[in-house]
């Protein structure tokens, strides 16, 4: 670490003052000069020094004004300042320190003092650099790994979403098949004339309409919210839980609302996030009935049960399932990043995902607690009251 040489830019209108501190630290610094206010500051810009040593009498800008306008500009701001005078007076000792200097030197100087308080404050200085270095580092790589579970988590939201259009396509196509296939039959036996025809065309035609509006479902719901829009909360349940009732249904999962569609409560937030947040809870509910139903554990049907309702300036929605609730092996760390007790069936982001957006984007809350059969998770959002709404 010694081997780096640190450079030092000192400032002093004295000739004698200056030779005196070049032959102090020339062993050990690279050192440039400056004879003033001015050129100090365009000597610290080129240079980049490590350490300043301002004089503070000096013509044209005396060292506390070039400290202050050091201090005020970014790329110089961070260089500690040490001055150097004569000046003994409180006041103005002060006044140094308030003008961002870091130490003070008096003179006549000591060698040794001079010496020591350079070293001193460069190794702080250094220390201080290489400790936001690393605190940046780890913040990037935290970014790097957050990114990466977002990432992730979309990848395995496309993939249900493949296999649910692929699931609300399978009756149209195949009625789309049939009347092409009867075009042709109709035209063997010479019963195709312009009416049949027509008729043949507008069935297709709402047929791929119907298959279009899937898609164009799924494609809104894959796009990210562009910004935080107010939303209406029991809606977004509704959207999401419709996207993928069909799928539910066949799973043996019953959705039950116990809170009309038109109730209008909204919240504020990244909608699109909020509905990954639902489609999080679907799967884990429904994983959860399955896993179940597999071991033979229950014989009746596998539910959700969604309630939604205004408490106290908070939208509160209550997540209830059957599946058995949540295993103690992963209950007091569900929320954090990994944990799953489905093996290689699942990444364990889910959660730790649903509450970054909830409790980190949403200003909201969600906790869960296991009832008699199943679990209930708890999901709280600031209200926004239509008369406050940030459209
Ligand atoms: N409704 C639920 N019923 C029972 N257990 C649940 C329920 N929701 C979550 N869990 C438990 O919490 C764990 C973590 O859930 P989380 O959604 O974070 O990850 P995961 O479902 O395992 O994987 P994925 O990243 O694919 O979602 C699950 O593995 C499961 O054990
Ligand atoms: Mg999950």
């Not at 098949?177 to 507008?202: N, R």
């Not at 809606?235 to 009309?260: G, M, P, W």
Request: glycine residues 6%.
């Amino acid at each position: 670490m010694e081997e780096v040489r640190w450079s030092v830019l000192i400032v002093d209108d004295e000739p004698y003052n200056r030779k005196l501190l070049r032959l102090i630290l020339m062993d050990k610094y690279n050192l440039s000069f400056a004879t003033d206010g001015v050129s100090a500051l365009e000597a610290a810009q080129r240079v980049r020094p490590d350490l300043i040593l301002l004089d503070i009498m000096m013509p044209e800008m005396d060292g506390i004004e070039a400290c202050r306008r050091l201090k005020a500009t970014p790329e110089t701001a961070d260089i500690p300042v040490i001055f150097i005078s004569a000046l003994t007076e409180i006041a103005e000792k002060v006044n140094a320190f308030n003008s961002g200097g870091i130490d003070y030197i008096c003179k006549p100087f000591q060698r040794e003092e001079v010496i020591a308080r350079v070293q001193t404050h460069l190794r702080l200085y250094n220390l201080q650099r290489s400790l936001e270095k690393r605190v940046q580092e780890e913040l990037n790589k935290r970014r790097i790994e957050e990114q990466m579970l977002i990432q992730q988590s979309k990848m395995a939201a496309m993939g249900e979403m493949i296999a649910s259009i692929a699931h609300q396509w399978k009756q149209p196509l195949n009625a789309l098949g049939l009347i092409v296939q009867d075009i042709k039959d109709a035209f063997d036996v010479g019963e195709l004339d312009k009416k049949y025809l027509e008729q043949s065309v507008t069935q297709s035609m709402d047929l791929i309409k119907l298959m279009s509006h899937t898609v164009q479902d799924f494609q809104n719901f894959l796009k990210p919210s562009a910004q935080k829009m107010t939303f209406n909360v029991t809606e977004a349940f509704y959207e999401v839980v419709n996207l993928f009732s069909d799928q539910l249904k066949k799973d043996n999962v019953n959705i039950r609302f116990n809170t009309d569609r038109t109730l209008k409560l909204y919240s504020a937030g990244y909608v699109n996030e909020f509905k990954q947040v639902i489609l999080n809870l679907i799967n884990n509910s429904r994983d959860a009935v399955k896993t179940r139903i597999k071991k033979g554990e229950f014989k009746g049907e596998g539910f959700i049960e969604i309630a939604i309702e205004e408490v106290k300036d908070m939208v509160v929605v209550h997540w209830r399932d059957n599946g058995g609730g949540i295993d103690e092996s992963v209950f007091e760390k569900l929320f954090q990043p990994y944990v799953t007790s489905k093996g290689e069936g699942g990444t364990g982001i889910g959660l730790y995902m649903s509450k970054a957006i909830i409790e980190g984007k949403m200003e909201g809350r969600i906790s869960v607690f296991n009832t008699l059969d199943g679990a209930e998770f708890v999901i709280e959002l600031p209200l926004v009251r239509p008369g406050d709404r940030c459209l």
